[in-house]
């Protein structure tokens, strides 16, 4: 698997092949769509509301796509935000890991939230966090099965949807998160 981060300059016009391979993968995530309520059709996402997302979480300066290919497509993206709007939040979040429905449980959303993790350790970062809606029992599991703790319940900041905040120590060796 490659990973590479969508260029800040191509969030406002991305290319046409690139943005047809991130409408695919969005739209093939109907379910998750429908819990999150981001588009206002789960059976029918476009293109120009993809550019029109990817832009929104890129206009926040410390964010970053990460875009993962195997064998050449398109399999999985990831969003990271390096520093969280509130300034008491001192850990980098990982926004958005959404894997490709066809490429699924072949381990690339494990491996992409792995290369996110190993990215912030490398900055000396502690930990990770994240924020599942409470309404997704799957990407729970998903997220307690690599090592994330809940940390706490509140509504997320765009929609103020119900969520669990989950943390991840980035330190070799510690298995608990601190709150």
Known sequence: MIVEALPRTEAHA????????LTALYASNQEFHQLSGDFPDPDDIRPEQVAA?????????T??????RAEGRLVAVAVTLGRHPDPL???????????????RRAGYGRRLATYVETGFRA???????????????KALAFWTALGYEE???????AHGRPCVVMRKSLVQGLRKSPA
């Open 14 to 21: 991305l290319p046409g092949p690139l943005l047809t391979e």
């Open 53 to 61: 997302a990817l832009a929104d979480e890129l206009a926040q300066p």
């Open 63 to 68: 964010a970053e796509v990460l875009l993962a």
């Open 89 to 103: 939040q001192t850990d980098p979040w990982l926004g958005l890991l959404m894997v490709h429905a066809d490429a």
């Open 123 to 137: 900055e000396g970062r502690t930990g990770l966090r994240l924020a599942v809606l409470e309404n997704n029992p």
């Open 151 to 157: 940390t706490d319940r509140r509504p997320d900041l």
